[in-house]
C-alpha cells in the first residue's frame, strides 16, 4: 500500500478496498456499529424529542460546561480521519486539541475557529443566528452558514487517535460535531497532521513574525492561516515576505516569498478601483475584511488562507516559518520607501511529522487570546 492509496482523491473513488466507515457524533459517541441514535432521557435534547420516542434527535449535541476539556472522539486504530464538521458556540474560548498514539501532548492546539481558518470570531451564544457571515470555500476547509465549519485534511494514524474540546469560556458551551473516518491499514511511512496556532500583539520595530519554529523532524508544511490586524493609520501594508527556513538555514531562508498578498496567491495589493477584494479558490483566498465601524471598532483586519497541497514545502531535518510586517512609508515617485509597521498578527500553521505530538507549544491564555 503507498501513501497516495491512504489520502485517496477523485481517482480512488471507484476503489473496493477493505476499508471501514464509521462515525463519530453526540448521537454516536463511540462511533460503535448500530449504536447510533440510542439515547433516550439521557439525550440533550429529550424534552423535545420525548413525544417522538427513542431515536428521534436526542442527543443532537452535548454540552461542555466551564473548565472542562471534553473528549469528543477516541479511536483505536488503524484508521484514518476523513472530515470533521463543528457547529454551535464558536469563539477562542473553545480550544480543540487532537492526540495521536496515547501522546499526552497535543499535534493540534488551536483555538476552534481559528483551525478552520476563520479569524476574529467573536461568541455569538446569545445570537448563534447573528451575522456577519464571511463564507470560506477551499478544498480542505470550509466555512458555512452560519458558521459550520468543515475540515478535510486527512488525518491517518495507527494506534489511537483522540479529540477534545475545552471550554475556556464562562458559560456552557453546546457542541455538534460529527468526525468521519475510516478504519483500515495504514503504511508506515505516513506524517502526523499537526496544526499550531500563534499570534502576536503588536509586533516591534523590524521584528518578523513567527508562523512555525521548533519543529525537529522530517514532514512537510502543507498550509498557512494568516489573521491580521492594523495598528495606525497608513497606506497598503502587506509587502512583508514569507521565509522558510529549511534543514539549517540560519539567516537567510531557502524559500523567499515576494509579498504577502503573492504569497496568498494574490496581486497588487487585492485592490480593485480603490477597494479591497475577497476572494476565495481552492488553494488560495483573501475572504475575510472587517472595515471601521466608526465608532468603537476601527481596526481594519484581514483573514487569509494558503493551501500548499500541490506545492507542499519539504523539510528533512528542521523547519521554521516567518513573515514580515511591512508597508509603505510612501509611495510617491520620487519618496518611494518601504516602512516597518507595528500590527497584530495571529496564525495557525498545518503540517505533517513523523512524531506524532507537538514539539514547541505556543497556545496563548484566554485572557492573551480575547480578541479586543
Not at 443532537?60 to 463543528?86: K, R
Not at 455569538?124 to 478535510?152: M, R
Not at 500563534?198 to 508544511?221: F, W
Request: net charge negative.
Amino acid at each position: 500500500m503507498s501513501i497516495n492509496d491512504t489520502f485517496g482523491g477523485l481517482d480512488k473513488l471507484a476503489l473496493l478496498d477493505e476499508g471501514v466507515s464509521r462515525s463519530i457524533s453526540a448521537e454516536n459517541r463511540t462511533g460503535e456499529k448500530g449504536k447510533g441514535a440510542m439515547d433516550t432521557t439521557e439525550g440533550a435534547a429529550w424534552k423535545y424529542a420525548e413525544h417522538l420516542g427513542q431515536g428521534w434527535k436526542t442527543s443532537p449535541y452535548v454540552v461542555i460546561q466551564p473548565g472542562i476539556e471534553f473528549c469528543l472522539a477516541d479511536i483505536t486504530g488503524p484508521g484514518i480521519i476523513e472530515s470533521i464538521w463543528i457547529g454551535g458556540n464558536i469563539s477562542r474560548d473553545y480550544i480543540l486539541r487532537i492526540y495521536w498514539e496515547g501522546c499526552s501532548v497535543p499535534a493540534v492546539e488551536c483555538p476552534l475557529a481559528d483551525f478552520f481558518a476563520y479569524g476574529w470570531q467573536r461568541d455569538t451564544a446569545s445570537n448563534p443566528h447573528a451575522g456577519p457571515f464571511y463564507p470560506l470555500v477551499s478544498l480542505p476547509v470550509c466555512v458555512n452558514p452560519n458558521k459550520g465549519f468543515n475540515c478535510y485534511w486527512p488525518m491517518p494514524f495507527q494506534k489511537q487517535c483522540r479529540i477534545t474540546l475545552e471550554n475556556r469560556g464562562e458559560k456552557d458551551c453546546f457542541s455538534y460535531y460529527q468526525i468521519n473516518y475510516c478504519l483500515r491499514e495504514i503504511p508506515e511511512n505516513i506524517g502526523y497532521f499537526h496544526a499550531q496556532y500563534r499570534q502576536k500583539k503588536m509586533l516591534g520595530y523590524k521584528e518578523e513574525y513567527v508562523i512555525l519554529d521548533g519543529v525537529k523532524s522530517k514532514g512537510r508544511y502543507v498550509g498557512t492561516a494568516l489573521f491580521v490586524g492594523l495598528n495606525g493609520a497608513g497606506l497598503w501594508w502587506g509587502e512583508g515576505e514569507i521565509k522558510f527556513f529549511l534543514d539549517g538555514d540560519t539567516e537567510f531562508p531557502t524559500i523567499c516569498g515576494t509579498g504577502t498578498e503573492d504569497y496568498f496567491c494574490g496581486s497588487y495589493d487585492w485592490e480593485v478601483d480603490h477597494q479591497y477584494t475577497t476572494y476565495n479558490t481552492p488553494y488560495a483566498g483573501m475572504y475575510q475584511v472587517i472595515q471601521s465601524d466608526g465608532l468603537y471598532n476601527h481596526q481594519q483586519r484581514f483573514s487569509m488562507y494558503r493551501w500548499h497541497i500541490m506545492d507542499p514545502v519539504r523539510f528533512a531535518k528542521d523547519l521554521k516559518v516567518t513573515i514580515q510586517d511591512l508597508g509603505w512609508e510612501s509611495i510617491e515617485k520620487d519618496k518611494a520607501k518601504y516602512l516597518s509597521r507595528h500590527d497584530d498578527f495571529a496564525s495557525v500553521a498545518y503540517w505533517y511529522q513523523k512524531p506524532p505530538c507537538l514539539d514547541v507549544r505556543t497556545l496563548p491564555s484566554a485572557d492573551e487570546l480575547r480578541i479586543i
